[in-house]
């Protein structure tokens, strides 16, 4: 098949075919070493537009603002929001930024709008119900999963989208984005996690360090008036769109093989992996919230 056909003449198959252009002409090369890739929901893009860029869950608590997406603390070693923001730097960070844009546009515990009103409401009931039958001993944490600091962190997401719901019925549908940040004034540190993955304990400005802004093709023009809206119609970010990404990585393995040397390789072999390690992670959350219920006499949580 021939790329005229591949792409054919639809506006959604032309913007991809003008997003892997624009990433072959990318000055430097995509993805580049020093960026930073951070994966997220437009569902906190009403924090973020206030913020004027991403901040630390502990910054955004201190200006009242709640998380309403995310990982949050479910998979982290210790109970508690972070004092830092999660990076994937270079070509394994771009992977690992992808796995967790896919699991932001399928998983309901990353993006609970994704939950019916029904499946919202039970999981609320059963988590106030395990609260209040906690008696676990202080501190005990079930897999190092669970633990009642974890369970009332997820509480208050689940409401908060019980609340939008209810006072905000018409809003548009949440989706995925993934931020490009140019990593060179932003003191990244390797954290020894997933590959690639960095901290940066301090916010990352929109105005003085973004660079792209990747989002399902479809969204692209949302995205551009967001950002024109939040910094102004002379910004210089570029929204592409996540397939066009896709396509282009695809495209730069096939040509310049699976090594190591290949950056897109990295990249794509970085998501296999990382979305691997996600999708268990949410299987053993919901095993040892299983336990945890059983352990309270509460309904399971699953």
């Known amino acids: 098949m021939s790329p005229g056909n591949l792409f054919g003449s639809s506006p959604t198959k032309q913007q991809i075919k003008q997003d892997v252009t624009t990433l072959h002409n990318t000055p430097g090369g995509f993805p580049a070493p020093n960026s930073l890739y951070h994966a997220t929901s437009s569902a906190a893009w009403d924090g973020m537009s206030k913020t004027g860029g991403l901040a630390p869950p502990t910054m955004l608590s201190q200006h009242g603002i709640v998380r309403k997406t995310g990982e949050g603390d479910q998979y982290s070693a210790q109970a508690g929001e972070k004092n830092f923001i999660s990076f994937g730097q270079g070509a394994q960070g771009l992977g690992t930024s992808r796995a967790y844009f896919k699991q932001t546009a399928d998983s309901a515990s990353y993006s609970p709008h994704l939950y019916s009103d029904t499946q919202l409401k039970t999981e609320i009931d059963q988590s106030k119900k395990l609260l209040a039958n906690w008696n676990a001993p202080e501190g005990k944490a079930y897999g190092d999963m669970v633990d009642k600091p974890r369970v009332e962190a997820r509480l208050r997401q689940l409401e908060a989208e019980q609340s939008l719901r209810t ?125 945890a219920g059983s352990d309270m006499g509460v309904p399971t949580i699953s």
């Open 167 to 291: 006072n905000m019925p018409g809003r548009q549908t949440p989706y995925p984005l993934m931020f490009d940040f140019n990593g060179d004034k932003l003191n990244a540190r390797p954290m020894g996690m997933g590959p690639g993955e960095v901290a940066v304990h301090g916010p990352a400005m929109f105005k003085d360090n973004l660079q792209r802004v990747f989002v399902p093709v479809d969204r692209v023009s949302d995205m551009q008036s967001r950002l024109n809206t939040t910094l102004g119609s002379g910004h210089s970010v570029q929204v592409l769109s996540f397939e066009g990404q896709t396509r282009f990585l695809e495209q730069q393995r096939q040509s310049l093989g699976r090594t190591p040397n290949n950056p897109a390789h990295l990249a794509l072999r970085a998501d296999e992996t990382v979305s691997s390690n996600l999708n268990a992670n949410e299987d053993k959350r919901k095993f040892f919230y299983d336990m």
